[in-house]
């Protein structure tokens, strides 16, 4: 008979609980309200107080306390496009709510999307993303932001194709990821590696027309690498004679090369009419 007081005591526990978390719930979006009178954005400020604090507060319902901020972050966000596009507060709303919900996905990735291009805050979208990553490790999307910042918004290309890369290896990467990371690494420079990444979804893929596209990236990076090699070889001529080589047979009958290499899209490689470069003549060509 004396369990019945003390679960009618639980029960009143909890509701009072849910009451008081609701009820923060409630003033905090009743707040947004109350920023229209604030002096500025110093006043906004009031309204969103420490990380620690919310959580202290929420008593334990992080979630509930979560969709309110969540609320809070798209209102302000609305406000300020409206008015004087400037948001000065958005990286902190952002820090709030991940950190009541860290595994809240879309609130990193849609976050930092916001502070690169709306609030101009590049290292502030990147330390939001870093912070997401360290908490969902093997999300795929978080790091593939990055990349898509880095390659859009910063044209850092190396960079971009490295985190392209880790987000493709991940569990549940759609294939576009690896085909990303490939196109940023040879924007940035770094052919091998690009090459690495078509040769690795033209091997995985089932589908045709993507192993025929992944084909022709790695033949066209082949062939840059053969110029490339092909173009060093004349250079050591030309230091060593003392004059450009009339032609790539000459080349091989001065002992330079021991022959020339096939052109993978069926051409041939010759030298410029000026004789200081190669070039691929003839051959399929593919639409750019």
Not at 14 to 26: C, K, N, Q, R, S
Not at 31 to 60: C, H, V, W
Not at 182 to 199: H, M, P, Q, V, Y
Request: hydrophobic content about 40%.
């Amino acid at each position: 008979m004396r369990s019945r007081p003390r679960t009618y005591l639980t029960k009143i526990i909890l509701l009072l609980l849910l009451l008081t978390a609701g009820f923060f719930v409630f003033t905090s979006q009743n707040n947004i309200d109350r920023m229209n009178a604030a002096d500025g954005q110093q006043g906004e400020l009031l309204y969103f107080p420490s990380a620690r604090f919310t959580k202290a507060a929420a008593f334990g319902f992080t979630n509930l306390a979560a969709d309110g901020i969540w609320l809070q972050v798209i209102q302000y966000y609305g406000k300020h496009s409206l008015s004087d596009r400037e948001y000065k507060y958005l990286g902190h709303m952002f820090d709030l709510l991940t950190y009541l919900s860290p595994q809240f996905k879309m609130a990193y990735n849609f976050g930092a999307l916001l502070l690169v291009s709306d609030a101009r805050d590049p290292a502030g979208a990147l330390k939001l993303l870093d912070k997401g990553m360290s908490l969902n490790p093997e999300e795929w999307s978080i790091p593939f932001t990055k990349g898509f910042i880095n390659y859009i918004f910063l044209g850092n290309y190396r960079e971009a194709g490295r985190w392209f890369t880790i987000s493709s290896r991940l569990s549940g990467a759609p294939e576009m990821a690896g085909r990303f990371a490939a196109f940023a690494l040879k924007k940035g420079g770094d052919i091998n590696t690009s090459r690495e990444l078509w040769l690795e979804i033209y091997n995985k893929s089932r589908n045709q027309t993507e192993k025929e596209i992944a084909k022709m990236y790695i033949d066209e990076i082949d062939q840059q690498l053969i110029i490339e090699k092909l173009n060093n070889i004349v250079n050591i001529y030309r230091k060593e004679k003392g004059s450009l080589p009339k032609g790539l047979d000459e080349m091989i009958t001065s002992g330079y090369l021991r022959y020339i290499p096939k052109d993978p899209f069926g051409g041939r490689f010759v030298l410029n009419k000026t004789g200081n470069s190669v070039m691929a003549v003839g051959g399929r060509n593919r639409e750019k």
